[in-house]
């Protein structure tokens, strides 16, 4: 047995550890999981707002991505962040690559609420974005991650709200904190279900200043039976 497969079930033994994917003894997602999700390729999320910039996805909120997403955010499994990160990285390459060449990206994360903060004692999509960041610039990207919007008002539950409702929920919680305009900029999210909550960032970063180019997410979820 190699030392990983050890210290994989050590790991099992110890502390209870296991994918989040196929349930595989180990810390993290397992070697097969993990290029699951890798071989799949990023597309456009089509059916958004009017007005939004093109957004692309890693892949649908959907098996293993779905299984893996749920348990960075709901176990605080930091030890995904690497993964998850260079999946949102994915995405932002295929934005880039459509979008046409540019020598320097900002990338902005959409505020986390409070309650999910408190919750998780860490702001995922923030730590998704600085992950990712990492990669492209091991690329030969020029990437900063800006945190340039804040929660300007505390928005209600967005569960069970239509898109209609989910936009006017959204109207104008958040605001600009200094938006970083020296280059393009591309708001990133964990999760795209409506829209509206990257519509609203979107609005925010203009209002800054901000030159948004589109928006790029780890997950997309699949509404009326495809990639709509
Ligand atoms: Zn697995």
Redesign the pocket.
């Known amino acids: 047995m190699r030392t990983g497969d050890v210290a994989a079930r050590l790991a099992e033994l110890a502390l209870g550890a296991r994918?989040p994917?196929?349930?595989?003894p180990g810390m993290g997602?397992?070697a097969?999981?993990a290029a699951a999700l890798r071989s799949v390729l990023p597309f456009g999320v089509g059916g958004l707002p009017d007005g939004l910039p093109p957004v692309v996805a890693a892949g649908a909120y959907a098996d293993?991505l779905r299984k893996v997403l749920l348990a960075a955010k709901e176990r605080n499994a930091l030890g995904l962040l690497p993964l998850l990160g260079g999946r949102l990285a994915a995405a932002v390459a295929r934005l880039v690559l459509d979008a046409g060449p540019v020598s320097s990206l900002v990338l902005v994360p959409v505020p986390s609420a409070p309650a999910q903060m408190a919750a998780r004692g860490v702001d995922l999509t923030a730590s998704l974005a600085r992950s990712a960041g990492v990669r492209l610039r091991s690329a030969g990207l020029g990437v900063r991650v800006h945190r340039g919007l804040a929660l300007a008002r505390r928005p209600e539950d967005q569960a069970g709200l239509d898109r209609i409702q989910r936009l006017a929920n959204l109207a104008e919680a958040f605001r600009p904190v200094g938006v970083d305009a020296s280059g393009p900029v591309v708001v990133v999210d964990d999760i795209v279900t409506t829209g509206a909550t990257l519509a609203e960032a979107v609005r925010a970063c203009r209002l800054g200043g901000g030159h948004v180019i589109g928006g790029a997410v780890v997950a997309a979820t699949m509404r009326g039976g495809g990639a709509r």
Request: hydrophobic share 30%; with cysteine.
């Open positions: 994918c994917g196929c349930g595989a997602a397992c097969a999981c293993t």
